[in-house]
């Protein structure tokens, strides 16, 4: 069974570097510009979600707000990984305390994502 | 104004309503504010973009765009710089809206000495409508070394980049040839230019 | 100054060069009606007319909208199961609820929530409703007045429904009957003029579906502030299937509903 993956960030370069990055494993990346429009999706989706990328700063609606909504919501299901430019010590500890399931900090690689993903959905990395 | 009552069997009831009237408290807070509001100081500004909420935390941001003097600028630095996230996305949307006045405090917004506003000054520039766009972000691109600052001005490029833009990409592409990220957005970005 | 941006200017209203033919063609149009030799002339003319006729000329030949009954009939479903249902247990009995429909184009939507709630809302005998539909279009707002429709309009509505609300014409023609007529007010608005839209105010659900798309992003910020505006507290705001509130602005809170995503006024 695939994986249906929720990228979620305001740059287009970055969803599309992340769909990119995920190919090599079995799943359906569905993409948001923020927060908002994630919560919409995931509204809507008549699919499950089996892990969500979520971006810090985005307009709207930022990523801890989000995550704040979607964990006290009737949606909440998948595991989240925050990922952001804030590379303090302090941020990855807002994160965790935000209920992100792990914090990278950015530009992550291929490599870390894939490894991250398969983990937590439980997924083998295809060679 | 009728109301609607069970109508199809029963004659409609008479109207009881007394919400017609207009309600003054609403009426200005959409747009600017009034005239009193108008006359407060940028530090009163300040104080209500960041304690107020909703329409009248974009009025007083507005506000200070309307201003627009060194002073109001700085304080809409302070805010971008900010943990206050409604108050930064509010700024940047709204910055976003005022080329003329991001033209004028350029610098000082692309060269701001913390990172996540160099980031956010990127996030205002891809918004704005303005011929020189462009070349704003690429002289912001000359002498930039933080690497999310590099991706969020490819990111801004994006839509808008042109053969004046080929060289800048490629100098970033080099400055940070260990990351994939960048390596993988610029030349995403190198195909579009050749295609456009 | 170019056309485009003096209408953009007056009307909040920018399109896209996919829509130039489209516009090219409605403006060919007027400066035929208007005996004028030029678009030069006309555009002089259209700019230096201090009644504002031929701008609401022009405007009304620039907005026109395909729509039918029951379109996107879910949110209506919403509307009395679930929308309706909140907004009176924060009521007080004998206050009015209102709703607005806006743009009104000319008045099924309007009728529609009108039908809805007379038939589907079992409150309704205990609660005095309001139903205010609005356009910036004079004449489509005649037409949703006069409540005569063709019989592709009114497909959707069940055969049953059809005989209650309307009265058969000839050539296949339909008549809203005059109890519904009366129960829904209409008037004219232009909804980033926020002078105009002052005196809209206090309403409990707005329906503004399909509006949004005509407008650029500034003229969109302006217009969810104005409905955020008009909203009461927990009021309800329901936008078409396809568009969102997402990127424009976020002033609302998002509310996943049994049928559809609707936004909501919450100040805490």
Redesign the interface.
């Known amino acids: 069974m695939s994986n249906n993956i929720l990228v979620i960030d305001d740059a287009s370069t970055v969803r599309l570097f992340y769909r990119s990055a995920l190919s090599s494993i079995n799943c359906a990346v569905a993409e948001a510009y923020n927060g908002a429009e994630a919560l919409e999706l995931l509204y809507k989706a008549e699919q499950q979600f089996n892990l969500i990328l979520l971006d810090i700063n985005m307009p709207q609606m930022d990523g801890y707000e989000f995550l704040k909504i979607y964990r006290d919501s009737e949606l909440y299901q998948a595991p989240v990984i925050m990922i952001s430019t804030e590379a303090r010590e302090n941020d990855a500890i807002r994160a965790y305390e935000a209920g992100a399931n792990l914090y990278l900090v950015k530009p992550v690689t291929t490599e870390i994502l894939v490894t991250v993903a398969s983990l937590l959905t439980n997924n083998r990395v295809q060679s | 104004m009728k109301s609607f009552y069970h109508s199809y069997q029963s004659p409609l009831r008479q109207n009881q309503s007394t919400s017609g009237n207009p309600d003054i408290s609403q009426v200005d807070a959409n747009e600017r504010t009034t005239d009193a509001q108008k006359t407060e100081s940028i530090e009163e500004l300040k104080k209500l973009a960041t304690k107020s909420a909703g329409l009248k935390k974009q009025s007083a941001v507005l506000q200070l765009c309307d201003i627009g003097n060194q002073d109001a600028f700085d304080a809409l630095l302070t805010m971008l710089a900010s943990e206050d996230v409604p108050l930064r996305n509010l700024v940047i949307e709204l910055l976003a809206e005022h080329p003329l006045l991001c033209e004028a405090h350029l610098d000082r917004l692309t060269q701001h000495p913390n990172c996540d506003v160099r980031i956010f000054a990127m996030n205002i520039l891809s918004q704005v409508t303005h011929d020189d766009v462009e070349y704003w972000i690429l002289k912001a691109l000359d002498q930039e070394r933080d690497v999310n600052v590099c991706a969020a001005a490819l990111e801004a490029l994006d839509a808008i980049a042109t053969q004046n833009s080929e060289q800048a990409i490629r100098d970033i592409k080099a400055r940070f040839a260990e990351h994939e990220f960048i390596q993988f957005s610029a030349d995403d970005l190198l195909d579009k230019i050749m295609e456009r | 100054m170019r056309f485009a941006d003096y209408f953009y200017r007056k009307t909040g209203i920018r399109f896209e060069n996919s829509k130039r033919y489209f516009v090219d063609k409605r403006i060919s149009e007027r400066i035929k009606n208007t005996n004028c030799a030029s678009f030069n002339e006309y555009f002089i003319t259209l700019r230096y007319d201090t009644t504002g006729k031929e701008l609401q000329e022009i405007t009304n030949l620039m907005t026109v909208n395909e729509t039918y009954f029951f379109r996107e009939d879910y949110q209506f479903r919403s509307l009395v199961e679930q929308m309706l249902p909140e907004v009176i247990a924060k009521k007080q009995k ?3 609820i ?1 709703i607005w429909s806006i743009p009104s184009s000319t008045g099924e939507e309007a009728y529609s929530i ?1 039908i809805y ?2 038939e589907y809302w079992k409150d ?2 205990h609660w ?5 539909s609005s356009d910036i279009d004079t004449i489509v707002l005649e037409k949703a007045k006069k409540g005569i429709y063709g019989d592709r309009a009114v497909a959707n509505i069940p055969e049953t429904l059809r005989e ?2 309307f009265i058969k014409l000839g050539n296949d023609r339909y008549l809203v009957m005059k ?2 007529r ?4 209409f008037n004219q608005v232009n909804l980033v003029d ?1 002078g105009a ?3 809209f ?2 309403m409990d659900i707005i329906f503004c579906r399909n509006l949004l798309i005509y407008f650029d ?2 003229s969109r ?2 217009a969810a ?2 409905l ?2 008009a909203l009461n507290e927990n009021g309800f705001l329901c936008l078409g299937h396809a568009e ?8 609302f809170m ?1 509310r ?1 509903l049994s049928d559809c ?1 609707v936004y909501q006024k919450v ?1 805490e």
């Open positions: 004998g206050q009015t209102r009108g709630i007379s309704l005998e005095d409703v309001e139903i205010i209650k609300y109890e519904l009366d129960a829904i007010t926020s839209t002052q005196d105010n206090k992003n500034v910020r302006k502030a104005t955020y505006n969102s509130m997402s990127r424009i602005s976020s002033l998002i996943g995503i100040t």
